[in-house]
């Protein structure tokens, strides 16, 4: 048996040379395939679409794994990670402005974006945006 087992792993390892894995972007397509077959047996509306979507997410997340273009694969990864971490930042600003909202208030810089945090209830105020130094007066 412990043979049998040893035989293989070892056939997996030399199936998966030169094969891409596993990798954050695949992580994300199987739990996010494992959450729509869920939606889909909660008997929502639509339910099929999501069980469509499932075996999409998935057939995906195995067709990745087992790619040998690992540059196009790699590619790929990196713009995932760029998108969650963009959607990690705003959404970090979103709660924190919600747990928050008592005592300071938040907007965006007008020139660059960047987001700012004034106190509440100081009337009006210079502010200097501390990425681009872009100054202007805000009322608060
Ligand atoms: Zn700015």
């Known amino acids: ?17 030169g094969r891409y894995g596993i990798d954050e972007l695949n992580i994300f ?4 395939s494992v959450v729509s077959l869920l939606l889909a047996r909660t008997g929502v509306i639509f339910f099929f679409v999501f069980q469509i979507l499932a075996w999409v997410l998935l057939i995906i997340a195995l067709v990745r794994t087992y790619s040998r273009n ?3 694969r790699y590619e790929e990864k990196m713009k995932f990670l760029k998108l969650r971490n963009r ?7 979103k709660r924190d402005a919600w747990q928050n ?3 300071h208030k938040y907007f965006r810089c007008k ?20 990425k681009c130094r872009y100054k202007f007066f805000k009322k608060v």
């Open 1 to 17: 048996m412990r043979h049998f087992l040893y035989n293989l792993s070892y056939k997996y390892q030399a199936f998966m040379q």
């Open 29 to 32: 397509l199987l739990v996010a």
């Open 70 to 72: 690992i540059s196009k």
């Open 87 to 93: 959607f990690m930042a705003w959404y970090k600003i």
């Open 101 to 103: 909202r008592k005592t």
């Open 111 to 130: 020139k660059c974006k960047a987001s700012i945090r004034v106190p509440k209830h100081v009337g009006k105020i210079e502010v200097t945006c501390p």
